[in-house]
C-alpha cells in the first residue's frame, strides 16, 4: 500500500473522486430504493411472496427492475472501490480488492443468468444464477473485513474501517442459516431451500451485505475529500496477495 505523504495539500472540494464515491453511493441507496419498492408492492397482495426469493422478481414483469437495481448496485460497488483504491485504502491486487471486484462480477452473472424457473425445469443459466450468487454473497464478507482490518486503529479513517469491519462480519454471521441449510442437505437428503424461510434469509443477508457496501461507500466519500489515506506511515502487507 502507499505510504500517506504528510505534506501533501487538501484535495478540493470539487475532486472527481468525491463525485465518483456519490454518485457510487447514491447507487446504491436507488438499489434499495427499487428492491425495496417491489417487496412493498407485493406485501400490499400477501407476505407469502417475502418467502419466495428476490432473483424471481427477474422472471416475470418486474424483470427491469430487478436488472437496474442489481446493476446499479454493481456500478455503486466498482465506483465505491475505484475511490478507495485511488485515494490509497487499498491496492487493486490487494486480497479486499479482488474479493470487492468477485462481488460485483457474481452479482453481473446474476443479472446476464436469471434464476431457473422450476416449473420448466433446471437450466444451465439457472446454474450460473445460482453460482454468482453464491460468489457474490460470500465475496462481500470477506472484500468488507479485508479492507478494513489494517485501518481500524488508524487515527484518521480507524472510524470507518471499524464500521466497515463490523457490517462484513454481520453479512458472514448472516449467511449462516445457508450454511446450515445446504449442512442439513448432505446429512439428511432434505432441500436445502426448504430447510430455512429462504426468501426471508435471503433478504436479511442481501440488507446487512448493502449497508456494508454503504459505509464503505460513506469511507470513499470521506477520503475522497482528504488530502491523504492516513495521517500516519502505514504499510500494512496483510492486505496484499
Same mark, same amino acid.
Given at each position: ?26 447507487s446504491?441507496?436507488?438499489? %434499495?430504493?427499487?428492491? &425495496?419498492?417491489? #417487496? ?25 427492475v430487478? #436488472? ?11 465506483? $465505491? ?5 485511488? /485515494? ?6 490487494? *486480497? ?5 471486484? *468477485? ?8 443479472? $446476464? ?7 420448466i &425445469? ?20 470477506? =472484500? ?7 485501518? /481500524? ?20 454471521? *448472516?449467511f449462516?442459516?445457508?450454511l446450515?441449510? $445446504? &449442512? %442439513? ?8 431451500? /426448504?430447510?430455512? +424461510? ?7 443477508? %442481501? ?9 464503505? &461507500?460513506?469511507? =470513499?466519500i470521506?477520503? *475522497?475529500?482528504?488530502?491523504? +489515506? ?12
Amino acid at each position: 500500500m502507499p505510504t500517506a505523504d504528510p505534506t501533501s495539500t487538501t484535495t478540493p472540494s470539487n475532486s472527481p473522486t468525491r463525485f465518483i464515491a456519490l454518485a457510487g453511493s447514491l447507487s446504491v441507496l436507488l438499489t %434499495v430504493a427499487l428492491v &425495496g419498492g417491489l #417487496d412493498l408492492y407485493r406485501l400490499t397482495d400477501s407476505t407469502r411472496h417475502l418467502r419466495r426469493t428476490i432473483s424471481e422478481y427477474a422472471l416475470g414483469p418486474h424483470r427491469w427492475v430487478f #436488472d437496474t437495481a442489481v446493476l446499479l448496485l454493481v456500478f455503486g460497488s466498482v465506483a $465505491i472501490l475505484t475511490v478507495l483504491v485511488r /485515494r490509497g485504502i487499498a491496492e487493486w491486487n490487494s *486480497a479486499g480488492s479482488v474479493a470487492f471486484a *468477485a462481488w460485483s462480477v457474481g452479482l453481473t452473472l446474476v443479472v $446476464i443468468f436469471p434464476k431457473n424457473n422450476w416449473a420448466i &425445469g433446471p437450466s444451465l443459466s439457472g446454474s450460473i444464477h445460482r453460482f454468482g450468487s453464491l460468489l457474490a454473497f460470500v465475496a462481500l464478507p470477506i =472484500a468488507a473485513t479485508l479492507l478494513a482490518r489494517p485501518w /481500524r486503529h488508524d487515527p484518521v479513517w480507524g472510524g470507518h474501517a471499524r464500521w466497515t469491519f463490523r457490517f462484513g462480519l454481520l453479512s458472514a454471521l *448472516a449467511f449462516t442459516p445457508i450454511l446450515y441449510a $445446504i &449442512g %442439513v442437505n448432505a446429512v439428511v437428503g432434505t432441500s436445502w431451500w /426448504r430447510v430455512i +424461510p429462504l426468501g426471508y434469509v435471503e433478504r436479511l443477508l %442481501v440488507l446487512t451485505e448493502v449497508v456494508a457496501v454503504l459505509v464503505a &461507500g460513506a469511507w =470513499a466519500i470521506a477520503v *475522497a475529500r482528504s488530502a491523504q +489515506p492516513s495521517a500516519q506511515e502505514y504499510r500494512p502487507s496483510s492486505t496484499s496477495w
